[in-house]
């Protein structure tokens, strides 16, 4: 069921614009918690409300606040928009459509756990959405709701735009704060944990731009209401972002515990004329596939890795029978070997293997033992052997499609091609 | 102290001990390339993962912190085969040409692939192709095809060194390792990556394909070329010194080494050394030298100057066979500082304030530098920067105004303060007046074993020579202007100026060919060891064969205090300072032209050339931290404007 | 200079440690003369108190930063998931095979830019441009035809 919490009033109004994000009710919830509410207050709301972290893991964000040390030291919050999962396009939606709601999410998340310096971390590639985030947080400092004694009160916050510059690691936490220290995005060892040691090794809080967008909502409305939307488990909305092989593809606000079939055939208007649904890539290109008989499994953290996959930031690429399962995971491989940091053995050396080896497949000119061969490095890679979750992130779909759609690499690894992808038709 | 048990052994560590230290110390190996006891964790190469209890899959070892209670498992078939999988990853792009490699024989890729690796390669694809063989000036050469990036060099680079002399370039499976926006490796420090490198990636030049680890006879040693003595491991291959390793004394180096004390190894091979003696510059035998020498010692007044490289055991032969010896040649006139605390070198890790009079450790003890340079607080006093790398509190000033300057500094609020000080220039008092221990860095290796040998005399032996007060003037491996006498003897490795004008010239043995225990700038006194044959008699034993003087020199003239004037002499790694201006291993890194600093008010260009006093010719560089007035000149250069030279006048050739 | 000295201290100021101004920089550097030059990689190691090696390094890292000037016009093609099941491996292979290609205008590759319901997406100089069809692309890479037109949002409204 779609419900338009955080997407609401985006297509309708310009939300990028303060007095019109205003107009629409717009700050109140920062007005509230800074004036009338305590921080533990907040904090709260935002943990009775079980919001779990919509970037992938599905951590609850107030317990993820609940383990900033109190030891006086300053504390940060870091907003991870650096969106890259092939497959993902939500947040650039939230950034560029309703900037102002992330703002206000940054004041009440920050009031609420006494951080006074946040960076909203921006992937270089958003260009637009730096820019209009730039100009929501020039306005809202205009109307003293960001920089010094916030609506007159004795809280203060800075918050900066912070822009990567084309790597996709730097939505790992970690690398993503090495990325605003300015150095190289390489995952740093953990434990220590931002929360203990983040960003200037002080206790930081790394949440999605989704999960931030969420908070106002949650203070105007209190946590006992977020609990009740949708699963009881997973509470709340989650935009997913459809694409591929689908009639209407896009970002669809859904009640948790929304069937995956719903949103497939109705929303997205189900697969393109005259074909039928191969697999489903849920959480982009990093999840293990989902075949038709998995449609019926309901959209939220713990139904969806029930069902041996994972709900992730809902980016679902849609397959249609026309689709190879070997070229899928050569694109996909193509992108993590480019997107490998570098800084661990199994993903630097491993992924560019495997990539070799599903071009020569891919080609038609592989032998029958690299499919055994795929299946030995999908365990070399995998498996939380890599410092970071980008080398499970690599070989996930393709040890998905080695067990469901073995014969066509078996067919591949005996000679046979699949026909190219079609070139571009549209207008 | 926590206990957990490791493969059915039990071992009690200290708490925060990781896993592959706590494996160590129960006596099992989990095989490592990122990590290293002192760098930081990094969990990159993937190698030592390990089965813990409780724990739903592998653990880095290197990452993981030992807890109460902890059962590890590091043989199970699932390590096993992760081993074996990492090593055939980090195969797939490596050369297979062990029998070519430099480090084979000594290559932990090599071992742990005999060891725990996989038979046979399933990699059929191309291998990428990287550049061989690259040269890093001075003293590297860099394999990329053979780099695993263990990312072992970075690291020293950025949190030992601090000045990222080889970084990561690019990423993923294009990384590779390098100086970057520069060809060259401008540190002092270079050395030790060839020890990281656990591969045959970063090599040193002067010892590339001179010998086969197995081949090697290892003696434990030290070096001498500076106040601190690094402990080394010195390398032979029939009776040849091959290579220095560090051999880890936690109280003096830390496990580095410098690059002058590394690579400076040439003595034993140059052919500029002396080893004849000589008699009014004509080759004559021992027995007839030694006995010219025995007749000078009872000709007349006797005097000895040096003894700052000489061992502890020489230096007092030396005093008790002149008499009146003093070690202090050059700036240096204090070794020790009365009345404060000594402070040893481990005593910079603890210190929450450093302060450095007039003193730059980087060129003058330079692996003591790499205890200061992550310093939070040093506050640096003097006309000149004291900080190679690294940040610090300046106060600048006139070089007569660094008392008045110390003066200003208060640290009473610190806990643990320690004062720096090269001994030069009359300092005492406002030093003592800090009530901070004090760490002398010296600038001839042994001057500490000299002072306590009592190698100091009130007056100034010089003046008293050119009183025409002393008949027989003993040099013992120094090389300074000196007046006319009687009989001058002059104890040296390799030919100088003095040793032209020497109506005797004795040879002597080299930094490895001689025994003896030398004391650091700590106070700590090691052993030296003869690690190859000597060319000539050690210093020590030409002292054993002689008689003492009749007469040594007695009433001399006063020491005059040296002067203070515009000109500032400052020692460089490379600028020449005793033997290391004949070694063929530092000829890349010797400075061609002498450099003199100067402050940009004076408007002279960088790379100007220029003479000094109608004398010396240099080359300008130009500095924004010296102090205006202050022209800066290395030591071997103002040595040669004589010592007590005060005044500068640069003036463009 | 590259960098205006009054903006890098302002930029340097915003940050609690200044090192953090490295990524600002190193954008505000290319923004100003098209790329990363070495002079630049001086200035900013300068003004955030890091080595110039690193901010070299630092370079090598991120895809966005150029080390040399590039053409006027410049498309990069998404060839991700939804972009290359979408045509945009033969979509890149015919636009680089148009005269002009590496000297007028530039045909790169981007992974994934967000915008996986515009298939083929792409970046037309800082433009996010989509869907890509052959003909848009080559009149975008002719004159800069089409991007006058603010970026099409797609099926965001659900």
Known sequence: ?427 | MISCTIDGRTVSVEPGTLLVEAARQAGINVPVYCYHPKLAPAGACRMCLVEIEKMPKLQTACTTTVSEGMVVRTTTDQVKAARKGVLELLLINHPLDCPICDKGGECDLQDFTLHYGPPASRFLEEKIQRRKHTDIPPFLVLDEERCILCQRCVRFEDEVVGERNLVLIDRGGAMVIGPQGRSDYPGYFAGNNTELCPVGALTSKSYRFKARPWDLQHTDTICTQCSLHCNVRADTRHGDLMRLMSRDNPEVDGGWLCDRGRYAIGDARSEARLTQPLLHGEPVSWDVALAEVQKALEAGPVAGLGGGRLSNEAARAFREICGTVDWRVGRQVHATVPGVPEAKPSDLDEADVVVLVDTCVAEEAPVLDLRIRHHKRVIDVGPVPGMRVGEAERILCRPDGVADALATIDLKGASHPVVIWNGRGELVAAIQALGAPVLMVHEVANARGAHDAGLEVDGDILAAAAAGKIHTLWLAGVNVPVPEVAVLIVSELYPTEVTKRASIVLPVAGPFERAGTFTNLGGLTQQAVAVIKPLALSDLQIFQRLKPAAQPAKDLPARQPLRVGNLVARPTLYGGQGNTRFDPTLEPVRPTTPVVIVHPSRGLAPGTRVVINDQLEAVVAVHADVHPDVVVVPDRLAAGLGPQAALAAVIPA | MVLHPQETAEIVARYPLRRSAVLPLLWRAQERIGYVSDAAIGEVAAAAGVPASEVSSVVTFYTMFRRFAPPARRLQVCRSLACAMAGADALVARLRSLPGCGSEFAVETVECLAACDRAVAGLYNEGLVGPLSMAGAASLLRDGGGVAAPVQTGGERG
């Open chain 1, 1 to 427: 069921m779609i419900m338009r919490l955080l997407t609401d009033g985006i297509g309708e109004a310009d939300l990028a614009d303060i007095g019109v994000y205003r107009a629409r009710g717009g700050y109140r919830a920062a007005e509230k918690a800074v004036k009338t509410m305590t921080p533990a207050e907040v904090s709260a709301e935002v943990v009775a409300a079980n919001l779990r972290g919509r970037g992938g893991a599905g951590f609850p964000a107030g317990r993820k606040w609940s383990f900033l040390p109190n030891d006086g030291r300053a504390r940060y919050l870091c907003v991870n928009g650096d969106e890259s999962e092939p497959g993902s396009y939500s947040n650039r939606m939230l950034i560029e459509k309703s900037p102002h709601l992330l703002v206000e999410g940054v004041i009440c998340s920050c009031y609420a756990f006494g951080c006074n310096f946040a960076v909203i971390y921006l992937r270089g590639e958003f260009y637009e959405g730096a820019r209009i985030l730039e100009k929501a947080l020039a306005e809202a400092a205009a109307a003293g709701l960001v920089g010094e004694h916030i609506l007159g009160s004795e809280y203060s916050l800075k918050v900066l735009v912070h822009r990567g510059a084309g790597a996709y690691i730097c939505g790992e936490e970690s690398a993503l704060l090495e990325s605003i220290e300015g150095k190289r995005g390489h995952p740093r060892v953990r434990p220590p944990f931002p929360a203990v040691a983040g960003l200037y090794g002080m206790p930081t809080v790394v949440n999605n731009v989704e999960t931030i967008c969420n908070v106002p909502g949650i203070v105007n409305n209190g946590g006992a209401w977020f609990a009740g939307i949708g699963s009881p488990k997973s509470p709340g909305t989650k935009v997913c972002s459809v694409s591929g092989h689908v009639r209407r593809p896009g970002n669809y606000e859904l009640v948790m515990g929304t069937p995956l079939r719903e949103l497939i055939e109705e929303h997205a208007g189900g697969i393109r004329d005259g074909h039928q649904l191969k697999m489903i890539l849920p959480a982009g290109a990093s999840s293990a596939a989902m075949t038709p008989d998995k449609l019926d499994t309901l959209l939220d953290f713990d139904a969806m890795a029930a069902a041996g996959s994972m709900l992730g930031s809902a980016g679902m690429i849609v397959c249609d029978e026309t689709t190879c399962a070997v070229q899928v995971a050569l694109i996909g491989e193509r992108f993590y070997a480019h997107e490998s940091c570098g800084k661990c053995t199994p993903c630097r050396e491993g992924t560019k293997w495997v990539e070799k080896v599903l071009v020569r497949l891919e080609a038609g000119e592989g032998r029958i033992q690299d499919v055994d061969l795929l299946k030995s490095l999908v365990g070399q890679i995998g498996g939380g052997k890599c410092l970071c979750p980008l080398g499970d992130f690599a070989v996930t779909y393709l040890g998905s499609a080695l067990r469901l759609f073995e014969d066509e690499f078996i067919a591949h690894a005996q000679g046979h091609t699949c026909s190219r992808i079609p070139e571009v038709v549209s207008a």
